[in-house]
């Protein structure tokens, strides 16, 4: 099993940056991708951005490619996510995920379905 703790999260005004990251331990050999999810309040979870843990590919969601970029640290078994450009519409918990699953393309990796292992999440809140 994997375990997975984001930090990173806080009060931002818009315009501002920040880097969240997501510290996996535990099985940490058996992910095959890692992604990023937030969720506002009162909205579904939406997907942000993944990254293959072996190979490090990346995809994001059209809406942030440009403004976000997920990246990792296999020696620390660590991923992150660098926000900029905030706007108070990104106000939400993030989350990462893990999964040891592969699926060809990258829908897949879109859905929370496919992740298995869940961190706690890390709020994020900007301000106009």
């Known amino acids: 099993q994997v375990q997975l703790v984001e930090s990173g999260g806080g009060l931002v005004q818009a315009g501002d940056s920040l880097r969240l990251s997501c510290a996996a331990s535990g099985r940490t050999f058996s992910t095959y991708a890692m992604g990023w999810f937030r969720q506002a309040p009162g909205k579904e979870r939406e997907f942000v951005a993944t990254?293959?843990?072996?190979?490090?590919?990346?995809y994001y969601a059209g809406s942030m490619k440009g403004r976000f970029t997920i990246s990792r640290d296999n020696a620390n078994n660590t991923v992150y996510l660098q926000l900029n450009s905030l706007k108070p519409e990104d106000t939400a918990v993030y989350y990462c995920?893990?999964?040891?699953?592969?699926?060809?393309?990258?829908?897949?990796?879109?859905?929370?379905?496919?992740?298995?292992?869940w961190g706690q999440g890390t709020q994020v809140t900007v301000s106009s």
């Open positions: 990254i293959r843990w072996s190979g490090g590919s990346t």
């Open positions: 995920a893990a999964t040891g699953q592969y699926y060809a393309g990258n829908y897949a990796y879109t859905r929370p379905m496919t992740y298995d292992t």
